[in-house]
């Protein structure tokens, strides 16, 4: 089955765009990609603005249907396109379990690893300092998390995995180190041994 109407815009060194990638990867759905120039401004163009009024990456169209926002981007894919509700469960407390994750992407994995990340590849000016600070609680809150467990909020892989993949993978990027950090580093492996994993390109970071 195909789905040519699926397009993401996207940046491609962004994990919020990659969720987005990976999760359309592992369910098997072709989908075009169209990158977006965000150093020349095009997200504050009208034409974009138009789909995101945030002017924010990424932007998901399935036909007429246009959905910003990583997290919401994600948990339309898992409904519409996961006829076994792998990724997204039915179960009440097991869909609760996921969605505290997608939480904690949307709060302490986007204020340190993404924000730690972003100054140092982008020249953010948020506080690399704070952001260091929430990135080491986080990892140290995940590595505890992973005693007795496979993946985030169970023993198979759901969009808690997808939705905190990318940052906590890159956290070095952003001078956060994983080697204090086993059991995460051995999630990721695991996560990237997923059928249909893709991979977020590496990125230089910018000079001090």
Avoid at 27 to 54: I, M, Q, S, T
Avoid at 102 to 108: F, K, N, R, Y
Avoid at 162 to 185: H, I, Q, T
Wanted: charge should be neutral.
């Amino acid at each position: 089955m195909t789905h040519p109407d699926l397009r993401l815009h996207r940046f491609a060194l962004s994990g919020h765009c990659h969720r987005v990638e990976l999760l359309l990867s592992l369910l098997g759905l072709p989908f075009e990609r169209v990158d977006v120039d965000l150093a020349g401004g095009e997200h504050r163009g009208a034409a974009f603005l138009a789909k995101n009024p945030l002017g924010q990456v990424p932007v998901l169209e399935d036909g007429p249907l246009t959905l910003s926002h990583s997290n919401a981007i994600l948990v339309y894919l898992a409904t519409r396109y996961d006829a076994e509700r792998r990724w997204l469960p039915v179960d009440p407390a097991a869909q609760a379990r996921v969605q505290q994750w997608l939480s904690i992407a949307a709060g302490q994995l986007a204020f340190g690893p993404a924000a730690a990340r972003a100054v140092r590849l982008f020249g953010s000016t948020s506080d690399h300092a704070r952001a260091i600070a929430t990135g080491q609680a986080l990892l140290g809150s995940l590595e505890q998390h992973l005693v007795g467990t496979e993946f985030l909020a169970g023993d198979a892989a759901t969009l808690a995995d997808v939705a905190m993949y990318a940052y906590v993978a890159r956290a070095p990027d952003g001078d956060l180190s994983l080697e204090p950090c086993p059991r995460v580093r051995a999630w990721l492996t695991r996560v990237e041994a997923l059928p249909g994993f893709v991979a977020m390109p590496e990125a230089r970071a910018r000079a001090a």
